[in-house]
């Protein structure tokens, strides 16, 4: 079983942190422990959305450099039993290597069903160190060509890091907007592009922005995130059919 998984995306603002936090919560519905590590120093979001920032004081590089312990750092999300999270740190300057997180990942991963990693976007050393433990990623791609070029980027950089098990995340789809821009035939020929199995379909939802913000994807857009508990049914190797319609 997939175990650790990271969520990328080469291009930014592809919705990796609300694919993440989303999934998250989906997971821990169903009775899992999850921990979620933020791996975008500097610019983290999931404590905003898992609902945490209040609270938040110390993040991993506090537990690497050993001012805290693992479970000061540990924070249980709010209305989600069984889901954690761990900052990012709030300066990128204190990023932690790939080999200090492999290295972290691997000392804890086994207290949790599944350790979900958000990664900055982009190819440098924080998305290497949000991928090198993982067992699995999602990319997370839009349908405009500078995201499935991204796309394409992140999965050579995960097969040249000797992670096989990759499936794409295709999320805020328009339908009319997607037939409109006329930028693609269809779907699958943005899933031939990025050239790795689709997941998931997520539809563009003008909830999520406002939801996130409030750290309320917990408690309302994502407990009727069908999408979501279809997307844990296929992460388990059961074989449902994406909850969207076309
Ligand atoms: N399906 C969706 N429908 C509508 N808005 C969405 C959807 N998914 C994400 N968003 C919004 O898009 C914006 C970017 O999402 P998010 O922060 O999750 O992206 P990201 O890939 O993590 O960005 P970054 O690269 O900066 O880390 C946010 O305002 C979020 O609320
Ligand atoms: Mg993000």
Known sequence: MSKVIVVASGKGGTGKTTVTTSLALALSRKQNKVLVVDCDSGMRGTDMMLGITDRLVHDVSDIIAGTCDFDDALYECPGAKGLYTIAA???????????????????????????????????????????????????????????????????????????EDQRLVINRFDKERFISTKLYEDLDEIIDTVGVRLIALILEDVRIPALAQRGALATNWSSSGVVFDSLVERINGNDVALSVKL
């Open 89 to 163: 740190p709030i300066s990128a300057e204190d990023e932690v290597s790939p080999q200090v997180m492999k290295q972290f990942i691997e000392e804890h991963k086994n207290d949790f069903d599944y350790v979900l990693v958000d990664a900055p976007a982009g190819l440098g050393t924080g998305f290497e160190a949000a991928a090198v433990a993982a067992d699995r990623a999602l990319i997370v791609v839009n349908t405009e060509p500078i995201s499935v070029r991204g796309g394409i980027n992140i999965r050579e950089k995960l097969t040249e890091m000797g992670i």
